[in-house]
């Protein structure tokens, strides 16, 4: 409804909407140029509902793969368990949504079947140090720093999750959690803000 109109109008009456995948409020949409339409092949869509729902609530993933000439690619939009000490879970929420995802080839998972894999979502992982170390890290712009206490990067170096994924260069601070309409972080839990 709405949030295609959105996306629709934004991009422009040159492109369309190739395809698109909803659970619960996960979303992906996947729009391609107009004049490429005819080079694409192969879409497929899926989704992936995670495990522990009774303590993370719904969590999983929308994916969508497809055929650009020759190369393969595949879009996925997740939703991974939050709180800061749920690190191993969300862990096994990846694991499963790369194993189980069904697309293109059913029986490989999705790591190691495509060129190219967009991986996107709210995955819920945070800056694991104490509140007063990263409000000094984030007065002086020190993001590096800040970036040595991630839990997705940690998780990435020490236990392979994502193995090979590459992130632009994070130059920014933290997204989350700001107090609504400002622009100063809700720390009501004690947390670093992530």
Request: glycine share 6%; hydrophobic share 35%; with cysteine.
């Amino acid at each position: 409804g709405e949030w295609f109109k959105y996306v629709q109008t934004y991009f422009g009456k040159d492109y369309l909407t190739l395809a698109s995948m909803q659970m619960w409020d996960i979303t992906i949409i996947v729009l391609c140029r107009k004049k490429c339409l005819l080079k694409i092949t192969n879409v497929e869509g899926s989704t992936k509902a995670t495990l522990f729902k009774e303590k993370c609530g719904m969590k999983g993933a929308a994916g969508i793969s497809l055929k650009f000439h020759n190369t393969s690619m595949a879009f996925i939009s997740c939703h991974l368990a939050a709180r800061i000490e749920r690190t191993k879970m969300r862990k096994i929420n990846t694991e499963e949504i790369v194993n189980q995802i069904q697309l293109a080839n059913k029986d490989t998972d999705l790591s190691t079947q495509f060129h190219h894999v967009f991986w996107m979502g709210d995955m819920n992982y945070r800056i694991e140090c104490p509140v007063e170390d990263s409000d000094t890290l984030l007065a002086a712009e020190d993001y590096n720093k800040l970036l040595t206490h991630d839990q997705l990067l940690t998780e990435q170096r020490e236990n392979g999750i994502l193995y090979g994924f590459k992130e632009a260069p994070i130059t920014f601070p933290p997204t989350y959690r700001y107090k609504p309409g400002t622009g100063a972080y809700k720390q009501d839990r004690g947390r670093a803000p992530s």
